[in-house]
């Protein structure tokens, strides 16, 4: 079994798991009382925010703990732009934020304020002058994640909290996914994080608001974590916490220079293992141990289903996964396809060999996951590659998805493919069958209604080398053109 | 040692303690994927909230953890007033619901909504008609805990459930003091409680809605928990949880009945052995483990750190204890004494031991106390009582309290005692040394800022048989005007 999906969740360290044991019988007190079952819990409290500020180079009276790195985003958030609320209410978030972001982004629109989403480029990171543009004198608050959680990209923070700085808006920083592998640079004004990304136990976030920076917790509160954090304290959590953030730094440079190349070799491997494959994210800024690529005409679904029958356990942000039925927003704002997608993130200390296992298997996955959909096999030309599926003659209605069989129509001008009603990557499958009867400059449209395709398809001429011409509105779904380039 | 203060939080059950550690190994994962490890995160947590409902007698779809009480009642009092905004911003609670409760009660008020606040008895009872009556027609909820936290009286619940139901009203219970013991009776609509204080570890609450009662959760959300409960499930500690509830309920008649007599040996002997002491609460319809008394002429603070020194961990509701200024808000509701206030709390397994060597020590401990304050040396009547001490010469400098020294002065028609800057029970020991200068029938004035003086005084006449006459405004503080009428 290898677990590659850290990115996620990271069992607990075993520093932290022992830290946690001892902290369960010193611990459980209320650390609010003057007894010594109390002091005792305050002593472990004050010892582990002590250590997380080391960590994070803060002040430890400028840390909290809160049950979770979302909830220290939520009340981070809400507490900044209410501290800020007499100039005005602006607040700007990536594209790429992680979703308990963009959910506080939401709620702060919903209730009257307004909201900038600054967009990325296709490595998905912002780009600091186009994150700087956007900050207005009635600017509130600002968010940027250290790194992206789905691709690995590191963001340039340290610029844009210098961007910030100059126009006196505090940057909120969510480093959930790079505070195990070092403090985040740069003149940031808050930051949030959540332990069980770095080995800590669940229950755990961080949230740092720097001195200077107003603040106005919101909802009701109590008098435990500065009045920030409602609720009785974790101490034996928090204590573990602590311990395995100081446990994964003391390994953090040596863990991160293997991790880079593990990463690397799929980086590089993948595209020449597996025909048809897209890498995303920043080649270079990125997370040691996170990789991600999507493979055509797979879903992503049955991908990580036959992975984990072959003993991985990675993640995706297709849309034809678990319960969520559009894709991954921070693909779809990298422009990038969707549809196969696989993220591999290695915890620390993953063998070598687990991710050789990982790149012999793969292969054979997908391939398998493409016949059994019917998807045109790859060859050299498209021309080529397409034909020859249709000459193998795997018709549309063996594709195992739900909804009416595909049809395809010649009208007077253009081809028309009939995907409604059916799931990624169906409608992508059922274009590169008929791209081959669309003479050189004409154009195919295809209809669906399937959220994945306002992405895949964009993303399919792009590596497909073909032209998509854009998006109309059809009488259910829409309707994509794409004409045919060569 | 004797850790008396279980009401605060328990340590962590044997079997709590086996769980979360088997929790750490399989339920560290991320339930919502679809791989191996999610799936046995999943299995986990779907397993502890059967389990959970089971004890609470819900449905488990009625049931989502919380990362504390105080979330849980937080996010439940938000999200059922927000569910029936229609029909009205108007909220009852108990005044001596926990703070977590009146917490959220002033968020709501601050937003525009009206609050009642249902009184209590000298037991600390809310009375059926009493809550029935204040219910309006634009009630949207009300709130009431099953017991109460600090002298461990138990509410009428299934009576004020069913005036509610009547009314159609939402009732929110507060559990957390008794969900240990057993199932909450009564037809109410939503339930709270906190792990830490049933021996679960700390960082689980429950929060359970009833199906069919109005429910619209505020701020932001994630699919987690029903949309409940934002952030990662903390699923080793939620397992942890519902292993030490099955657990301590499958002890719970046998040690309810065991700790009731103990505590039954507290109530009735401390009054025995220690003078001029209040036990409060309600004798009969109360926790078993909880008992609660007050010390006249004694410092909380003191007290604590002398019982502590002694090897036994309690708490107070005094307002000289910590960092509190004022006396605790369910005393006050009680109308009860405040000063050298003492809440035991014992957790399942005290040793009977420990019970009688607290009755041996507690004497010395009130009396040591007291000798140090000046306070009157008890005796037979309250004349003699009071004289006494004066004639054993202990002067009002030899206060260990701040501030100047209490001053007495004689005006035309009533005594006047000067404890203004002098903190409790030094106003109250002031009044007790110059009551017997005052003539059968007279007045005497007490000058006093601490905010327990309002409180104690009256609870003082009450104890000694004096009259109360009332408070008036004073340049400073108030004065207090007593009359002694033996």
Redesign the interface.
Request: aromatic share 8%; no cysteine; proline share 7%.
């Given at each position: 079994?290898a677990?590659f999906?850290a990115a996620?969740?990271?069992?607990?360290h075993p520093v932290g798991?022992q830290a946690?044991?001892a902290a369960?019988?010193d611990g459980?007190?209320?650390p609010?009382?003057?007894?010594?079952?109390?002091r005792r819990a305050r002593l472990l409290l004050d010892a582990a925010r002590e250590a997380a500020a080391e960590a994070v180079e803060c002040r430890p009276d400028e840390l909290v703990f809160t049950?979770?790195?979302?909830?220290a985003v939520?009340v981070g958030?809400?507490g900044a732009l209410a501290g800020r609320r007499r100039v005005g209410r602006h607040l700007i978030v990536s594209a790429v934020e992680h979703?308990?972001v963009l959910?506080?982004a939401?709620?702060h629109e919903a209730l009257g304020g307004s909201v900038t989403e600054v967009g990325v480029d296709r490595t998905g990171a912002v780009t600091p002058d186009a994150f700087a543009g956007s900050l207005l004198p009635d600017t509130a608050l600002a968010c940027l994640q250290s790194a992206n959680h789905e691709v690995g990209t590191v963001q340039p923070v340290a610029e844009v909290a210098e961007a910030c700085r100059a126009a006196g808006v505090p940057l909120l920083v969510d480093a959930a996914q790079s505070l195990g592998w070092g403090p985040v640079a740069g003149d940031w004004s808050l930051l949030t994080a959540?332990a069980?990304k770095w080995g800590g136990?669940?229950?755990v976030?961080l949230l740092v608001v720097r001195k200077g920076v107003r603040f106005a917790p919101r909802?009701?509160?109590?008098?435990r974590e500065s009045g920030r954090a409602?609720?009785?304290?974790?101490?034996?959590?928090v204590v573990a916490a602590a311990a395995s953030l100081r446990a994964v730094r003391a390994e953090a440079a040596e863990e991160a220079a293997r991790l880079r190349e593990l990463t690397e070799r799929i980086r590089t491997r993948v595209p020449a293992l597996v025909p048809d494959v897209e890498v995303t994210g920043d080649p270079e800024r990125r997370l040691p141990g996170i990789v991600t690529f999507s493979c055509l005409y797979v879903d992503g679904?049955t991908v990580?289903?036959e992975?984990?029958g072959a003993g991985?356990?990675?993640?995706s942000g297709s849309s034809c996964?678990?319960?969520t039925l559009t894709p991954s927003h921070v693909l779809r704002a990298m422009g990038v396809l969707s549809e196969g997608n696989v993220r591999v993130s290695l915890p620390p200390g993953t063998p070598a060999e687990d991710v050789e296992r990982f790149l012999t298997v793969l292969p054979g996955v997908v391939a398998g996951v493409r016949e059994k959909l019917g998807a045109p096999v790859p060859a050299g030309g498209v021309r080529g590659a397409e034909r020859g599926v249709e000459e193998s003659g795997a018709p549309a209605v063996d594709a195992p998805a739900g909804g009416t069989p595909a049809g395809t129509s010649t009208v007077v001008d253009a081809l028309v493919v009939d995907a409604l009603g059916r799931r990624c990557p169906i409608p992508v499958i059922e274009l590169a069958r008929v791209i081959g009867d669309v003479p050189v400059g004409g154009t195919v449209r295809v209809l669906a209604d399937d959220e994945a395709a306002r992405l895949d398809i964009p993303a399919w001429c792009e590596m497909r080398g073909q032209e998509y011409v854009g998006e109309e509105p059809a009488d259910r779904g829409s309707a994509y053109v794409v004409r045919r380039t060569s």
């Open positions: 079994m677990y999906d996620s969740a990271a069992p607990l798991r946690l044991l369960l019988d459980w007190a209320d609010a009382r003057l007894y010594r079952e109390g049950p979770s790195g979302t909830r939520h958030i809400e979703s308990s959910h506080a939401e709620v959540s069980h136990p669940s229950g976030g909802g009701p509160l109590d008098e409602a609720g009785f304290e974790n101490i034996p959590a679904e990580l289903h992975l984990d991985f356990s990675v993640s996964t678990s319960s």
